[in-house]
């Protein structure tokens, strides 16, 4: 079956970085674009990042760009996500998954595992 495992979440300052993992297992991970989606208590899940199989092209939401930055290992079914410049807005719980398109990535909810929580704060 199609699983994913998150890790990597913490508590940090604002100004602060993290590097979130994710490790992909029950199916052709070097074959499919990932995203990461995060989801603050009470709000619905927001589109983070994408980027395609190959690692050619990344995707960011604006709210993050220049300052996280997605990267895989097809190698090791591992997918990254370097987050500096922290802020509190950042955070959420993080999930990773399968697609590319916010549409297609919010349609596979049930495989985005359980997540890691990141919270930003002084």
């Known amino acids: 079956?199609?699983?994913?495992?998150?890790?990597?979440?913490?508590t940090v300052q604002p100004g602060g970085s993290l590097r979130l993992s994710c490790v992909a297992s029950g199916f052709t991970f070097s074959?499919?674009?990932m995203s990461w989606v995060r989801q603050a208590p009470g709000k619905g899940p927001e589109w983070v990042s994408a980027i395609k199989f190959d690692g050619y092209n990344t995707y960011?939401?604006?709210s993050v760009k220049g300052r996280f930055t997605i990267s895989?290992?097809?190698a090791k079914n591992t997918l990254?996500?370097?987050m500096n410049s922290l802020k509190?807005?950042?955070t959420a719980l993080y999930y990773c998954a399968r697609g590319r398109r916010p549409e297609v990535v919010f349609s596979t909810r049930n495989s985005w595992g359980q997540g890691t929580q990141v919270t930003v704060s002084s």
Do not use: I
């Open 1 to 10: 079956e199609v699983q994913v495992v998150e890790s990597g979440g913490g």
């Open 31 to 33: 074959s499919y674009d």
């Open 60 to 62: 960011y939401a604006d």
């Open 72 to 74: 895989r290992d097809n």
């Open 80 to 82: 990254y996500l370097q």
């Open 88 to 90: 509190p807005g950042d």
